[in-house]
């Protein structure tokens, strides 16, 4: 007996055409109806496990994490080489083209996408005179948690960044790249500090970006226990008042906080402090720069504490 739906003029079996010869129907783009076919780039690499700075996954996973442009030579073949499957998009000068066979190579067996651009375009791109001829589309590094990050937190000599009040993007790069330098194991950022991942900061880091984990706190006075309780001794930098850095000695297992230029370091954070410190200098200015400040300590810190 022939079954009913092959009379109907609008059935279609599996695999058949809407109408003869067109073959079959294309996947609807209403999420309403299906899930969106992804775009080959898409495809490329697998997606990471994104989630909030709790390290759970928040409530609108899978959504897609969002992408921000890295811009300069030296940050951009830095985060290609350590995080190949978060490239999704590249802009370069011709210019940069013999510079960039190996990811422009990547690109192309990845079915990543790439435009050689003008001068001009590029600067659009990066809102920056200081792109130097390439630009990455990339997924952002996760921030890390304060509690999942101590579970695993290198034993004895141990060198810790919090940054108090410092908001500027440039700073936070130059403040990467001195950290990488001189051995910090992370960044630390209060939960409401406007720092984060940014194309400004790792053009400045020139890499660095890629070897300094950022973590973002949450209560100061919990951040604070806890660091403690991993044997931990905070050291705030003050404009005057301190001890000379370079006579004072520097804890194994240091948190070095460093405070924004107008404003200091917190009162919270002086009170927790275990030992406050300065870097003398001849009075002619009132201070460092807080990236170059930080360069100070760092390597005093290093140079006090460096195994023999």
């Given at each position: ?54 390290g759970r996954q928040d409530d609108s996973w899978p959504a897609k994490p969002k ?23 590249l802009w370069l000068l011709e210019s940069r083209i013999p510079k960039l066979q ?41 921030e890390l948690n304060l509690s999942n990050w101590l579970m695993t937190a290198p ?154």
């Amino acid at each position: 007996m022939t079954d009913p739906k092959d009379k109907h003029p609008l059935y279609r079996g599996p695999g058949q055409g809407r109408e003869e010869g067109r073959g079959p129907r294309p996947p609807r783009r209403d999420d309403r109806q299906g899930p969106r076919i992804p775009h080959r780039a898409e495809r490329a690499a697998p997606r990471p496990p994104y989630g909030d700075v709790e390290g759970r996954q928040d409530d609108s996973w899978p959504a897609k994490p969002k992408e921000f442009r890295i811009y300069g030579l030296n940050a951009c073949l830095a985060a290609f080489r350590a995080r190949p499957e978060s490239v999704r998009k590249l802009w370069l000068l011709e210019s940069r083209i013999p510079k960039l066979q190996e990811l422009l190579a990547f690109c192309v067996k990845n079915r990543i996408g790439y435009n050689v651009v003008e001068n001009e375009d590029l600067e659009k791109l990066t809102a920056s005179a200081h792109h130097e001829g390439v630009c990455l589309a990339m997924l952002p590094q996760p921030e890390l948690n304060l509690s999942n990050w101590l579970m695993t937190a290198p034993t004895g000599r141990c060198l810790l960044l919090w940054l108090d009040g410092v908001g500027n993007p440039h700073n936070l790069g130059a403040i990467m790249r001195s950290a990488a330098h001189f051995g910090v194991a992370a960044i630390l950022l209060p939960k409401t500090s406007s720092l984060s991942h940014s194309g400004a900061a790792s053009r400045v880091a020139e890499g660095a970006a890629e070897h300094v984990p950022l973590i973002r706190l949450g209560r100061t006075d919990n951040a604070i226990a806890q660091l403690a309780s991993a044997g931990f001794t905070l050291v705030s930098t003050v404009v005057r008042g301190g001890s000379d850095v370079f006579r004072s000695e520097l804890p194994a297992r240091c948190v070095m906080v460093m405070g924004a230029e107008q404003t200091g370091v917190d009162s919270d954070l002086l009170a927790a402090s275990g030992l406050r410190v300065e870097v003398p200098g001849t009075g002619q200015v009132e201070s460092l720069n807080v990236s170059a400040a930080a360069a100070v300590l760092l390597a005093e810190w290093r140079r006090q504490n460096s195994k023999a």
